[in-house]
């Protein structure tokens, strides 16, 4: 029996939470050669001429629109898939990130996303993802942020027009 050769490379990928929709940023995408759309964290390859940093923020920019700061290092994990004529090690790493400024609009020059949008956290059980890793990863991230992202939002309860009197 041939052993199957092993491919290794490095994917980034951010995640990004909007507490006032409550909600995090993906992207849906279609591969060549691939049935359906799936959806995944922005992201892709780290490029030999770049820091993982910098990919991630690149990725994010392409695959959005949006502009990104982060945090710091969220998570890192390996996935090996078994291929028909190789296996592939992925090893990933997940930045926090923060959108500070662009426009949801993918300008990603494989033309493989579909759309990104801002999907509600409690809606990714319900979506097909490409890596479902990911959605274990976005609903561990919201549990730790608990507070942040299920307190019931502060309603404003001043009429329009008026300031509140004291």
Known sequence: MMTKPLVRYTVVSVLCLDPRRRAVLLVEQQRRGEDGLVWSLPGGTWEIDESAEQAAVRE?????????????????RVEVMEMPDMRVAAFILTYEGECVGGELRPQDPDGQIRQAAWVPVEQVDQLRFRYPAQRELI??????????????????TTPHGEEEKR
């Open 60 to 76: 994010t920019k392409e695959e959005t629109g949006l502009d990104v700061v982060l945090k710091g290092l969220y998570d890192s």
């Open 139 to 156: 609903k561990r991230y919201a549990r730790e942020r608990w507070g942040m992202w299920f307190a019931p939002p502060v309603m404003d």
